[in-house]
């Protein structure tokens, strides 16, 4: 039996939201002590892993190690039809083929069912390796948001280059150019990097900005940006987002 009950179903709104525009269909993993995804987008230019707490949740009950095959817009459809007072349950009892989805309100005078037809999804789990990045840029996660999106009417290609205690960020494109360079926040650099990487999936990834006021990330040349909001003791979605050919 799992059960997962949730004060808000903001917390996961704001997950989904964020992995919709990346990936269609994953594996959730639940074990005792909490809920693991990881998922690589269909251009394998992004994997995910996302990880869920038992403290996410008010209570989390699961007896039994299980994986759940979720299809992401499907459930992200599914929490649009609860308000953001509402308290969420999710559960699966042995046996199920949905995970069934409820919702009751704040004054208890609704309550909403739902369910979501169970995948069984072929999917290789991994190994992400450590990696000692050259630098790491801890910024407000509002304005990394803000940036990217308004990059977005310049081009598809995002330059991050960080040297001398600054971020910055540039793109080109056929109506002129954007650059922003950030010298805020916390800055570590032990080689100077830059890199290039598309545009819109670091639009999808700012989508995920509710979740922490900050974002870190780990740069090293040649290999994927770390992008991570760490949610404490609820969690954490990181996204390896692998770099462009292009020159920075």
């Not at 709104?13 to 994953?26: F, M, N, Y």
């Not at 209570?59 to 817009?73: Q, S, V």
């Not at 960080?162 to 926040?185: N, W």
């Amino acid at each position: 039996m799992l059960e997962a009950r949730f004060s808000s179903p903001t917390f996961l709104k704001r997950i989904l939201e964020s992995l919709k525009d990346l990936v269609t269909d994953a594996n959730l993993l639940c074990t005792e002590d909490g809920m693991e995804l990881q998922a690589m987008d269909a251009a394998h230019v992004c994997l995910i892993s996302l990880t869920i707490l038992a403290d996410a949740c008010t209570t989390y009950t699961c007896d039994k190690t299980r994986t759940l095959g979720l299809n992401i817009a499907n459930f992200a459809l599914i929490l649009k039809c609860v308000d953001a007072d509402d308290t969420l349950v999710l559960s699966v009892s042995e046996g199920d083929d949905a995970l069934s989805i409820s919702a009751e309100t704040s004054s208890g005078t609704q309550t909403s069912a739902f369910s979501l037809t169970l995948m069984d999804i072929d999917a290789d789990h991994l190994t992400i390796p450590d990696t000692a990045y050259d630098c790491s840029v801890q910024m407000p996660s509002a304005v990394f948001t803000r940036r990217v999106r308004d990059f977005q009417a310049f081009g598809d290609t995002c330059a991050l280059s960080v040297v001398e205690g600054a971020l910055t960020m540039a793109v080109r494109g056929d109506i002129g150019s954007a650059t922003v360079t950030f010298k805020t926040g916390t800055i570590e650099c032990s080689e100077p990097t830059s890199l290039c990487v598309a545009l819109k999936y670091l639009v999808a990834i700012a989508k995920a900005q509710g979740l922490n006021e900050n974002v870190t990330l780990f740069m090293t040349k040649g290999i994927p940006v770390h992008i991570v909001y760490d949610m404490g003791d609820r969690g954490s979605l990181g996204f390896h987002l692998a770099p462009k050919m292009e020159e920075a």
